[in-house]
C-alpha cells in the first residue's frame, strides 16, 4: 500500500483546509484509515480515523471541526479541517492499517494568528 497525502498550506485561525490521501497498491487489505499529526517538539498523535464502514473516530481536540471521510471508488481519504487554530499547526500523516501499517509522507499545516 502506498499513501500520499497532500492539500497542507498556510491558513489563518478561523480558516479552513482539506488534506487528500491517495491509497495504491493492495487496498482491498486496509480495513482502517485515518490522519495523525505531529506538532514540533510533541508525540505524534491520531486526529480521526475511519473504518471500511464509515464509522469514525476524532480527538477530542478536533471533534466538531474536522470532518474524515473515504472515496472509495477513488481510493481516496480526506480529512476537512474548518475552524482551524494555532494549536492546529503540525505535519499531518494519513495511514493505513492492514496486516501492517502503512504511512504516508508529511504534509504541512500551519496556522497562523
Known amino acids: 500500500v502506498q499513501l500520499q497525502a497532500s492539500g497542507g498550506g498556510l491558513v489563518r485561525a478561523g480558516g479552513s483546509l482539506r488534506l487528500s490521501c491517495a491509497a495504491s497498491?493492495?487496498?482491498?487489505?486496509?480495513?482502517?484509515m485515518g490522519w495523525y499529526r505531529q506538532a514540533p517538539g510533541k508525540q505524534r498523535e491520531l486526529v480521526a480515523a475511519?473504518?471500511?464502514?464509515?464509522?469514525?473516530n476524532y480527538a477530542d481536540s478536533v471533534k466538531g471541526r474536522f470532518t474524515i471521510s473515504r472515496d472509495n471508488a477513488k481510493n481516496l481519504m480526506y480529512l476537512q479541517m474548518n475552524s482551524l487554530k494555532t494549536e492546529d499547526t503540525a505535519v499531518y500523516y494519513c495511514?493505513?492499517?492492514?496486516?501492517?501499517?502503512?504511512w504516508g509522507q508529511g504534509t504541512l499545516v500551519t496556522v497562523s494568528s
Open positions: 497498491g493492495s487496498i482491498f487489505s486496509i480495513k482502517v
Open positions: 475511519i473504518n471500511g464502514g464509515g464509522s469514525t
Open positions: 495511514a493505513a492499517v492492514a496486516s501492517i501499517w502503512y
